[in-house]
């Protein structure tokens, strides 16, 4: 149960009703996740969702890369409800099963592209680190560009704020979905998974 509640649409403020109705009209075709808690503050939501529909429908970091900084970020701060998000779409998106379910027991993948390494050790360095280190920054604007670069920062901000939110506001996963600690075990190593 969250610690706030949905506002019902006819007791929300012009301002709140103005920035509901541009999330359900938009890409993300309805208003779920940490938005229904934002929406309490319509000048802070209405920033925030731009800038998620931007970087996970426009930005320049190719969709099976971003999907894989979101898993390294929600999991990072343990957010459920965006795991179960993007889990299946990191799937669809071409990331390796071993890959999702290693990240969800706390190891480092073993990766198959270059560019998925590149940007795990992207995320994980800025995350764990709070910096990152020259190679790993090169590697990342290398394979990006400097808009990618730029937006992939952008989603590692931005989906950590999403987690603070879902987090912060005990906003639980969709009703029939398992709780956190029946998704993600806690990390087992730093090491490197091994193949299976």
Not at 181 to 186: G, N, T, V
Request: aromatic share 8%.
């Amino acid at each position: 149960m969250s610690r706030i509640g949905e506002i019902n649409r006819e007791a929300m403020t012009p301002a709140q009703r103005r920035v509901h109705d541009e999330i359900a009209a938009g890409p993300r075709g309805g208003v779920r996740g940490p938005f229904p808690a934002l929406l309490g503050s319509p000048g802070l939501c209405d920033p925030v969702q731009k800038a998620g529909a931007y970087l996970r429908y426009e930005s320049g970091v190719p969709a099976r890369l971003r999907e894989l900084a979101i898993l390294c970020v929600v999991r990072y701060w343990g957010a459920a409800p965006e795991w179960l998000a993007h889990a299946p779409l990191a799937a669809a998106e071409g990331l390796a099963g071993q890959a999702i379910d290693a990240l969800r027991r706390g190891v480092a993948p073993r990766f198959a592209e270059e560019a998925e390494r590149t940007v795990h050790a992207f995320c994980r360095e800025t995350l764990t680190a709070k910096r990152v280190s020259a190679p790993t920054f090169e590697a990342a604007r290398a394979l990006l560009g400097e808009e990618g670069l730029v937006d992939l920062i952008g989603l590692i901000g931005y989906y950590s704020l999403v987690s603070f939110a879902l987090n912060g506001f005990e906003i639980a996963p969709p009703d029939g979905e398992s709780p956190w600690d029946e998704i993600c075990l806690p990390a087992e190593t730093q090491e490197e998974d091994q193949p299976g």
